[in-house]
C-alpha cells in the first residue's frame, strides 16, 4: 500500500494526517479538526488527533526556542530577520498573556483565531519565562477548549454545507 493510499483511505491514516496538519504552525488545531471531519473521519476521531498533534510541539517550543533562536543567531545570521519577527510577535502576544499568567495562556491558546494557539502561546509562554510545569496545562486547557469551539463550528458548518440544519 502507498503512503498517500494509507493516509487517505484507512481509519489510522486518517489519524495521523490529522494529527500532522495540526502541528502546521498558523493551520494548528482550527484547521486540522475540519481537515479531519472532511476527510471522513468521525468527530470522535478527529477531535483527538487535532488535539494531540496541536499538542506535540508545546513542550518543545516551551522548553527549547530561545536556545533555538540562540543558535540560530549565531550559526545562521541570514535569518537573524525571521528570529527577530518572531521575537518580537512573541513579546507582542506575551504582553497580553502576562497580566493574567496561566488564565491568560489558557485563554490566549483556547481562541481559535489567527494568530492565538498552542504554538504562539508556548512561544509566548517561553519568552515570559514560564516553567514547561505550570505553562503546559493552561496549553492543554486552551487546546481542548478550542478544540470544543472548532468541533461545535465545524459540525455546524458541515450540517449547513449538507442542507441538514
Given at each position: 500500500?502507498?503512503?498517500?493510499?494509507?493516509?487517505?483511505?484507512?481509519?489510522?491514516?486518517?489519524?495521523?494526517?490529522?494529527?500532522?496538519?495540526?502541528?502546521?504552525?498558523?493551520?494548528?488545531?482550527?484547521?486540522?479538526?475540519?481537515?479531519?471531519?472532511?476527510?471522513?473521519?468521525?468527530?470522535?476521531?478527529?477531535?483527538?488527533?487535532?488535539?494531540?498533534?496541536?499538542?506535540?510541539?508545546?513542550?518543545?517550543?516551551?522548553?527549547y526556542i530561545r536556545r533555538i533562536f540562540e543558535?540560530?543567531?549565531?550559526?545562521?545570521?541570514?535569518?537573524?530577520?525571521?528570529?527577530?519577527?518572531?521575537?518580537?510577535?512573541?513579546?507582542?502576544?506575551?504582553?497580553?498573556?502576562?497580566?493574567?499568567?496561566?488564565?491568560?495562556?489558557?485563554?490566549?491558546?483556547?481562541?481559535?483565531?489567527?494568530?492565538?494557539?498552542?504554538?504562539?502561546?508556548?512561544?509566548?509562554?517561553?519568552?515570559?519565562?514560564?516553567?514547561?510545569?505550570?505553562?503546559?496545562?493552561?496549553?492543554?486547557?486552551?487546546?481542548?477548549t478550542a478544540g470544543c469551539i472548532m468541533l461545535?463550528?465545524?459540525?455546524?458548518?458541515?450540517?449547513?454545507?449538507?442542507?441538514?440544519?
Amino acid at each position: 500500500m502507498e503512503l498517500f493510499d494509507f493516509l487517505t483511505t484507512t481509519t489510522g491514516g486518517k489519524c495521523l494526517l490529522t494529527m500532522l496538519v495540526s502541528m502546521i504552525p498558523v493551520i494548528e488545531l482550527r484547521g486540522g479538526l475540519p481537515f479531519g471531519v472532511a476527510l471522513g473521519l468521525p468527530y470522535y476521531l478527529a477531535f483527538p488527533a487535532a488535539v494531540v498533534g496541536n499538542l506535540i510541539p508545546a513542550p518543545f517550543i516551551i522548553v527549547y526556542i530561545r536556545r533555538i533562536f540562540e543558535l540560530m543567531r549565531k550559526y545562521l545570521p541570514s535569518l537573524n530577520g525571521l528570529v527577530d519577527k518572531l521575537e518580537k510577535k512573541a513579546h507582542l502576544k506575551g504582553q497580553k498573556v502576562q497580566k493574567y499568567q496561566y488564565l491568560g495562556l489558557w485563554l490566549f491558546v483556547a481562541i481559535p483565531l489567527p494568530g492565538t494557539g498552542a504554538w504562539t502561546g508556548s512561544l509566548a509562554a517561553a519568552f515570559l519565562g514560564m516553567r514547561l510545569k505550570k505553562a503546559m496545562p493552561a496549553v492543554v486547557l486552551g487546546v481542548l477548549t478550542a478544540g470544543c469551539i472548532m468541533l461545535a463550528l465545524t459540525h455546524v458548518g458541515v450540517n449547513l454545507f449538507s442542507g441538514a440544519v
